[in-house]
């Protein structure tokens, strides 16, 4: 009853069981509390209080998941390190269910029950917009928003630790035109994000020489992309790129491989796909799939190969640490916060925002991130990434830290 | 009460037939009244939520349980009149409370006023499978429409819906919302109980058990049904308003078919055709909704779905038919005592 009409297909339900048993699991494996995890020791000091708000069932739990995994692993973390100003971390963990309506109860739980000192969640978009009042305006709080997004977010107290749109198609779109081809076919399914980015994205592309075929849009649960297909056939399209979602998305990626679209040379680009999403097609129908984004799993600086080692330790192999579900957001979101509650001194709203406003962590999935003072984003590196035998490799490393360019900078 | 009758006659008919929906309704008002002393401020807007989605839940209960009409779209009108408001404040700088709520009953009423010439007022009387499909229809297209439609956010809905005032009282979540939707409730409740035991109720009973035979007795039972159908667009469309002040924002999940059903199950799961049962069970769906998810983060909704399902299977008259015998829950018009209504 609370699925959105964008449901996935049936056949990932039993997928997504697991998934969610396997969290499960390693929630009980952790002993904590299912909701609420408490430091284990005994402290003298009152917790300090971190609100998640994640999508941990309906269609985008695939991306919440993961984003909770990391919240408990860094909150254990800090708390095993001697805590936050000499007190504990206490996580509250809701379940925003993808569905807004609902989400909005839960997150005013939150900022008016449990009196958290921070929320860090919302994935869509339409998350995002439903929860920010609760939290920011109406509830006085700080809000970190840790997904890839549209943009355009420019109010006080809220940040956003994801990537882009200039973060990702900046480096990306030349990428492309030089690696694959001039021809360029924006489809793009019918809501704010990806006529935002393809809007973007077509822009940069047209700047730099080349042609955009075509940029259409469908509803978001289309699967069938025949019609498509035909005129990025005909139209002897070099790129697609496309900002399409789940189920949409892997259906076109198989459309256009049995039209041989791959086989002739061309390429789909997708900023959405990393390793939790290239799962769903075949490896075949992958290979070559591009994508941009701030880490992959390939990423080969020591600190990342080691964040890895120590989420698939805690929480096995299902739900991977990535970047496009905002579950490497989630990680710079908690680290950014903790580094700016610990040069403020003190936990409360304001002096925290203005020490956010410019924090810095050295290490990072991808590496190093920093708030680009003034406008609540983060400068951060980004990576190229191409599917091959079902894994992303790295194809191209952005040239240091990559400036977010939004609110006004 | 039949003038010309002493007055003691109903108590003494309340006292033998031990009429239970009256001492419910006293109750849960003394309740609702007091409870705000001790809530902090997350309950109270919890409980507020519950009064406007009770709102909802009355008006599906009208639609199903006294006119027969099985709106699967009941959300429709909630969401058309949510982003009425919604636009009227954040267009036009509307935020006057009274004119905001007026045009979302307006709103509901107009809506239900179309859905009603598609659905019920076709060429042929139109079957129970009929209006349920056209109905969930109804609130699916408009969920798509608004989705793909950037002038009212698509996807994203309209955020940031500015606070409303009510005669000088910025409407803010706590005690001034809390009782502003606990006064809409009550008046709407009181209103529905006495339509549904008017003359009018009357005729919608008999249409509910048997439309062909009300037909033949001279009544032109689709227009009883029409108009029970735009009361409840009205009623729906005043609680989308509420529930747009309330909760600052709008978007296309308060539209479409996943709260048009929620809307049937809190008031499956209270129990049709008692309209108290509505508010109950939105109320309990609610609460069972959240502490299962404390507890079981990522299984709560399969608790709820169990639950639903075990009460719709054993009990389909509803929760309350616990404490509510089935001769109260089905009514008593005129003098006849069978409960062969």
């Known amino acids: 009853m609370y699925d959105d009409h964008s449901a996935r297909p049936v056949s990932l339900s039993r997928r997504l069981l697991l998934q969610r048993s396997a969290l499960l699991s390693g929630m009980a494996a952790l002993g904590a509390g299912s909701y609420v995890m408490m430091p284990s020791e005994s402290w003298a000091a009152e917790p300090i209080k971190v609100g998640f708000a994640l999508d941990l069932t309906g269609p985008i739990s695939v991306q919440g998941l993961p984003g909770a995994n990391v919240a408990k692993m860094l909150i254990e973390e800090i708390n095993a390190a001697g805590g936050l100003l000499g007190r504990p971390l206490q996580m509250f963990l809701e379940d925003t269910a993808t569905n807004e309506s609902l989400a909005v109860t839960r997150v005013r739980k939150l900022?008016?029950?449990?009196?958290?000192?921070?929320?860090?969640?919302?994935?869509?978009?339409?998350?995002r917009n439903a929860i920010k009042d609760t939290i920011v305006s109406r509830g006085k709080k700080l809000y970190i928003y840790p997904q890839l997004y549209e943009g355009k977010e420019c109010q006080p107290n809220l940040f956003c630790t994801g990537p882009t749109p200039a973060q990702?198609?900046?480096?990306?779109?030349?990428?492309?035109?030089?690696?694959t081809g001039k021809r360029f076919f924006f489809p793009g399914a019918d809501y704010i994000w990806p006529h935002t980015l393809n809007g973007y994205a077509r822009r940069v592309a047209e700047r730099n020489g080349a042609t955009t075929v075509g940029e259409e849009y469908s509803p978001t649960d289309q699967t069938d992309y025949g019609a498509l297909v035909n005129k990025i056939m005909s139209g002897n399209v070099d790129v697609v790129f496309s900002t399409l979602i789940p189920p949409g998305l892997p259906a076109l990626i198989r459309?256009?491989?049995?039209?041989?679209?791959?086989?002739?040379?061309?390429?789909?680009?997708?900023?959405?796909?990393?390793?939790?999403?290239?799962?769903?097609s075949s490896t075949a129908e992958v290979e070559g799939v591009a994508s941009c984004l701030d880490y992959f799993r390939a990423v080969d600086d020591p600190f990342s190969r080691k964040?890895?080692?120590?989420?698939v330790a805690m929480f096995g192999p299902k739900n991977p640490l990535s970047a496009a579900g905002g579950s490497t957001g989630v990680y710079r979101a908690v680290k950014l916060w903790e580094a700016a509650v610990r040069e403020a001194g003190s936990v409360a709203r304001d002096p925290v925002a203005k020490a956010l406003d410019h924090a810095k962590i050295a290490d990072g999935p991808g590496g190093p991130a920093e708030m680009v003072p003034g406008t609540r984003h983060v400068r951060m590196n980004m990576y190229i990434g191409v599917a091959k035998g079902g894994r992303y490799e790295v194809v191209e490393k952005s040239s240091g830290p990559v400036e977010p360019h939004e609110c006004g900078k | 009460m039949i003038p010309g009758r002493p007055m003691s006659l109903p108590m003494l008919r309340f006292a033998t037939d031990r009429a239970v929906i009256p001492l419910i309704e006293m109750g849960l008002l003394l309740v609702f009244a007091l409870l705000p002393f001790g809530?902090?401020?997350?309950?109270?807007?919890?409980?507020?939520?519950?009064?406007?989605?009770?709102?909802?839940?009355?008006?599906?209960?009208?639609?199903?349980?006294?006119?027969g009409i099985l709106s699967f779209g009941q959300a429709l009108f909630f969401g058309v009149s949510g982003y009425a408001v919604a636009l009227l404040a954040t267009r036009l700088g509307i935020t006057n409370a009274a004119v905001l709520l007026a045009a979302a009953a307006a709103t509901g009423l107009l809506t239900g006023v179309v859905m009603a010439a598609i659905v019920l007022?076709?060429?042929?009387?139109?079957?129970?499978?009929?209006?349920?499909?056209?109905?969930?229809?109804?609130?699916?297209?408009?969920?798509?429409?608004?989705?793909?439609?950037?002038?009212?956010?698509?996807?994203?809905?309209?955020?940031?819906?500015?606070v409303a005032t009510l005669a000088g009282v910025a409407l803010e979540e706590g005690p001034a919302f809390y009782y502003a939707a606990l006064v809409l409730l009550a008046l709407v409740y009181l209103g529905l109980r006495a339509l549904v035991r008017s003359q009018f109720g009357l005729v919608l009973a008999g249409i509910r058990q048997n439309e062909a035979r009300v037909g033949f007795l001279?009544?032109?039972?689709?227009?009883?049904?029409?108009?029970a159908f735009c009361v409840a667009g009205a009623v729906a469309g005043l609680a989308g308003g509420l529930y747009v002040l309330h909760e600052g924002f709008v978007g296309p999940g308060q539209i479409g078919p996943v709260l048009s059903t929620q809307v049937v199950l809190y008031a499956m799961f209270g129990g049709v055709g008692t309209l108290i049962g509505a508010v109950l069970g939105t109320g309990l769906i609610e609460l069972v909704g959240h502490f299962a998810s404390q507890y079981w983060e990522i299984g709560w909704p399969v608790v709820l779905g169990l639950l639903l399902l075990a009460v719709i299977t054993w009990r389909p008259a509803g929760l309350i038919s616990f404490i509510v015998p089935e001769r109260e829950r089905k009514g008593r018009y005129g003098a006849r005592k069978d409960g062969l209504s």
């Open chain 2, 218 to 227: 001279g009544y032109g039972a689709q227009n009883y049904k029409g108009l």
């Open chain 2, 39 to 67: 809530l902090n401020s997350f309950w109270m807007a919890f409980a507020t939520r519950v009064f406007i989605l009770g709102l909802l839940a009355l008006s599906f209960d009208l639609a199903w349980g006294y006119a």
């Open chain 1, 168 to 179: 990702q198609v900046d480096t990306f779109v030349p990428w492309l035109i030089k690696n």
């Open chain 1, 307 to 311: 964040l890895h080692e120590r989420y």
């Open chain 1, 111 to 127: 900022v008016q029950n449990d009196d958290v000192d921070v929320v860090i969640g919302g994935i869509t978009s339409s998350m």
């Open chain 2, 121 to 162: 007022f076709g060429r042929k009387t139109p079957t129970q499978v009929f209006v349920a499909l056209g109905t969930l229809t109804g609130s699916y297209v408009i969920d798509r429409v608004v989705r793909g439609w950037a002038l009212v956010g698509g996807q994203n809905g309209i955020p940031s819906v500015p």
């Open chain 1, 255 to 280: 459309q256009l491989y049995e039209a041989g679209f791959m086989k002739r040379g061309g390429r789909v680009a997708s900023v959405l796909y990393d390793e939790s999403t290239l799962k769903i």
